[in-house]
C-alpha cells in the first residue's frame, strides 16, 4: 500500500512538535491516556441517550500493556474509536481535533462531558519514544476495523484489520536506547505507575495494567512464584472535585504531605471554586515552615496545573506572585487547553484572570488568620514574612495595599509582634509619626539611646530586625498619614519650640568646636553637633539622607556590592546636658591634642552603641589607657 504524506504541515513542523512543544519525553503518555479518556467520554455521552451501546459508566476502562522483549507499549480503549476517514482527518493532519470538533457540535453542548484532548498535537508527542506507531481502531457501530501506521515525518499508511471490539489500541515501538537517552524506562512498570500516579490520577476511568506479584505458591512454604494481576493505577477522584464538606481535614493534611513532601502538616487549606469569566477550582496551601532552599536562588515557586483533572504542568510560575510564592497547590480548569506550550501559556488571558483572583483569595485568607488565628498567624509571619515585605518593596509599593496590613513587627509594646493597624490604633493622640529602629535584635535595639528617649515620651517604638525591614517602610514612606521616622536619624524631633530654640543656640555656639572634632575625624563623620534626645547617656551615632547606618550595614554585606564601601552620612550627636559637653569646651581651649583623643573614643562608643565594628580597635585601647594614667 502506498504511503501517504500528511496533508498540511511538513517534516519541519513535525520535528518542531515533537522536540519543542513538550519539555519532558515523559508527557506522551499523558497525552495518549488523555486522548484515550476522551474516546470513552464520546461514548458514554452518546450511551446516556442511546439504549443500544449498552454499557455503564462502571465498563469503561483504559488498559497499558508492555512487552519488553518485543520493546512495545500498547495504550488501549474501548472508547468510540475512528472510521478510516476519522483517522485520516484526525491523525493525518497535525494539529487537527477531532475532540474539539465533538464538543463545538451544536448538540454536544452538555456539561456533563470535558473533551479536553485535540488528538493531532498530543498524539505525535509519542514520536519524542517511539520510532513506529500503529494504531488499530474500530468505531462503534461499525463491522470495520482500521490499522494507522507511521515511522514519522515519512509519511503513513492506513490499511483493513482485524479488530473484534469498538476502541482504539495505540502500540509504540520505543526507540533503542542511546547514551542521551535511556528510552527503555517506559518499558518498566514502576515508571509507567509514577507517570500514571504524577499527571493522569484524576482520569475519570480506570487506567488498568498487569502487574507482577511474588506470591507463595499455595500449599508451600518456602516456595514462591510469578503471578499476574490487575492493578488499577489512577485513584480517578480528585480531592478538590469532592464536595468540601466530604473532605476531613485529615485527608486535606495527607494528600498535601504525599504530595509536596512536607512531613509537616500545613497551616492553612484554602478552596476556591469560580464559575463566569474564568472557571476553576483551586486548592491551595500555607505551608508550617519555609522549604530549607526557600530563600535561595534554587527555590522554584508555581502551583500545580490541572486541565479537567489532568496535569498539565507541574510547577506554573505565572499563577502566583512572588509575595506568595510559598503558598502549594493547585488549580484545576476546564477553560485550559491541554495542549499548551508553557510559551503560550505564559500569555493565556484565562490564566492571568485566574491569577488575579487567586492573588486576592490568599491575601483575604492570611487577613482572616491574622485577625482570628493570631498564633498561626505569627507562626507563619516568622517562616514567610520577609517575603510579603520584600513584594512591598520589589515592586515599589505597588503592592501596599495588598500586603501592608499583613505585615507585623516587633515593636516596644508587649506583645512580640504588632501590626501597623494596631500600632497606630494605640498611637498618643496626635502622634503624626510611626518611630522605628534598626538592629540585630529587638534586644540590642532597645538599648540604643534614642529609642530610649523617644521610650520616655511616651511613644512606642517598632524594632526593625530583619534586612528587608528598613527598605520597606521607606518605600511605604506612610501608613494612614503617619510618616515613619528613623529614631536614628536627624528627623527625630521630640521636643517643644523652646527645647528646639535652645538647642540651635547651643549648636551654633559651639560651631568651632564641631567643625575641629569633625576635623578629628576626618570622612568618618558628615557633621557634629548637640543633642537634647540622649537623656543619661553621653553620645550617639544618627544618619543624614537616604542611607541609614542599618542601611549601611545591609547593603555592604548583599551580593554585588563587594568593594564599593556603600556608607550613610553619620552625625556624631553629643548630648548637651551630660557633663562630657562641659569637658569638651575645655578641652577647646586648653588642651586640643587630648580633645581629638577624646573625639576619637567618643566616635568609638558611639560605634559601639550602634552594633557596629571599630575601625581601629588597637587604637582605640591605647587612647583608653593613655586616660586611664
Same mark, same amino acid.
Given at each position: ?412 509594646? !508587649?506583645? *512580640?509582634? $504588632?501590626? +501597623?493597624? =494596631?500600632?497606630? /490604633?494605640?498611637?498618643? &493622640? ?66 517643644? !519650640?523652646? *527645647?528646639? $530654640?535652645? +538647642?540651635? =543656640?547651643?549648636? /551654633?555656639?559651639?560651631? &568651632? ?77 586648653? /588642651? ?38
Amino acid at each position: 500500500m502506498a504511503k501517504k504524506q500528511f496533508k498540511t504541515e511538513s517534516k519541519k513542523l513535525l520535528d518542531m512538535m515533537v522536540n519543542s512543544i513538550y519539555t519532558h519525553k515523559e508527557i506522551f503518555l499523558r497525552e495518549l491516556i488523555s486522548n484515550a479518556s476522551d474516546a470513552i467520554d464520546k461514548l458514554y455521552f452518546r450511551s446516556l441517550t442511546d439504549d443500544s451501546v449498552g454499557m455503564k459508566h462502571g465498563d469503561f476502562l483504559i488498559r497499558l500493556s508492555v512487552d519488553k522483549d518485543a520493546r512495545t507499549l500498547t495504550i488501549s480503549d474501548n472508547g468510540i474509536g475512528m472510521t478510516k476517514d476519522e483517522l485520516e482527518n484526525n491523525l493525518g493532519t497535525i494539529a487537527h481535533s477531532g475532540s474539539l470538533d465533538f464538543k463545538s457540535a451544536e448538540e454536544n453542548q452538555n456539561d456533563k462531558i470535558n473533551i479536553i484532548g485535540q488528538f493531532g498535537v498530543g498524539f505525535y508527542s509519542a514520536f519524542m519514544v517511539a520510532d513506529n506507531i500503529k494504531v488499530e481502531s474500530r468505531a462503534f457501530g461499525s463491522d470495520e476495523a482500521y490499522l494507522w501506521e507511521s515511522s514519522g515525518a515519512d509519511g503513513y499508511t492506513v490499511k483493513p484489520c482485524e479488530k473484534e471490539t469498538a476502541g482504539t489500541t495505540i502500540t509504540l515501538h520505543i526507540k533503542d536506547d542511546t547514551e542521551e537517552e535511556k528510552y527503555a524506562e517506559f518499558l518498566e512498570t514502576y515508571r509507567l505507575r509514577e507517570l500514571v500516579h504524577k499527571y493522569s490520577d484524576y482520569i475519570r476511568y480506570p487506567i488498568k495494567m498487569l502487574v507482577s506479584t511474588r506470591k507463595k505458591k499455595e500449599g508451600t512454604e518456602d516456595e514462591y512464584e510469578d503471578v499476574f494481576e490487575d492493578e488499577t493505577l489512577n485513584s480517578m477522584t480528585p480531592i478538590w472535585k469532592r464536595p468540601q464538606s466530604k473532605v476531613k481535614d485529615e485527608e486535606y493534611t495527607e494528600y498535601y504531605k504525599t504530595k509536596f513532601n512536607d512531613y509537616d502538616a500545613p497551616l492553612k487549606v484554602i478552596r476556591q471554586s469560580t464559575e463566569g469569566t474564568a472557571t476553576y477550582t483551586a486548592l491551595l496551601f500555607i505551608p508550617s515552615h519555609a522549604p530549607y532552599d526557600y530563600y535561595s536562588r534554587d527555590y522554584e515557586k508555581g502551583l500545580q496545573l490541572y486541565s479537567s483533572s489532568v496535569m498539565i504542568m507541574e510547577k506554573c510560575k505565572d499563577l502566583l506572585p512572588d509575595h506568595f510564592s510559598f503558598v502549594k497547590g493547585l488549580v484545576d480548569s476546564a477553560d485550559l487547553s491541554l495542549n499548551i506550550s508553557r510559551e503560550m501559556l505564559q500569555h493565556d488571558r484565562q490564566l492571568k484572570i485566574i491569577a488575579k483572583a487567586l492573588e486576592k483569595k490568599i491575601a483575604s485568607e492570611l487577613s482572616k488568620m491574622l485577625k482570628n488565628e493570631r498564633e498561626n498567624y505569627e507562626k507563619f509571619f516568622k517562616e514567610f514574612g520577609a517575603q510579603l515585605k520584600w513584594g512591598i518593596y520589589s515592586s515599589f509599593g505597588v503592592n501596599r495595599e495588598e500586603l501592608q496590613d499583613l505585615l507585623l513587627f516587633h515593636t516596644s509594646a !508587649e506583645g *512580640e509582634f $504588632a501590626s +501597623l493597624r =494596631e500600632y497606630v /490604633d494605640r498611637a498618643r &493622640e496626635g502622634q503624626d509619626k510611626i518611630y522605628y529602629a534598626v538592629g540585630e535584635t529587638a534586644e540590642k535595639i532597645a538599648m540604643l539611646p534614642q529609642v530610649e528617649a523617644v521610650l520616655s515620651k511616651g511613644y512606642e517604638v517598632l524594632y526593625l530586625t530583619q534586612d528587608i525591614d528598613e527598605f520597606c517602610v521607606q518605600i511605604l514612606q506612610n501608613y494612614d498619614n503617619k510618616a515613619f521616622v528613623n529614631v536614628c536619624t536627624d528627623n527625630l524631633d521630640l521636643g517643644d !519650640e523652646k *527645647e528646639k $530654640a535652645e +538647642l540651635k =543656640e547651643a549648636n /551654633d555656639k559651639s560651631e &568651632e568646636l564641631f567643625k575641629f572634632m569633625k576635623e578629628s575625624l576626618g570622612d568618618k563623620v558628615a557633621k557634629v553637633r548637640y543633642t537634647n534626645t540622649l537623656k543619661n547617656h553621653a553620645v550617639c551615632l544618627s544618619s543624614e539622607g537616604a542611607v541609614s547606618v542599618g542601611m549601611e550595614q545591609i547593603l555592604n554585606k548583599m551580593p554585588g556590592t563587594e568593594g564599593q564601601n556603600i556608607k550613610a552620612e553619620t552625625v556624631l550627636e553629643i548630648n548637651m546636658e551630660h557633663p562630657i559637653k562641659d569637658k569638651l569646651l575645655y578641652l577647646f581651649g586648653n /588642651d586640643k591634642e587630648k580633645l581629638a583623643d577624646y573625639t576619637k573614643i567618643l566616635y568609638a562608643q558611639a560605634r559601639l552603641i550602634n552594633g557596629l565594628n571599630l575601625d581601629n580597635p588597637a587604637e582605640i585601647s591605647d587612647l583608653v589607657c593613655n586616660l586611664m594614667v
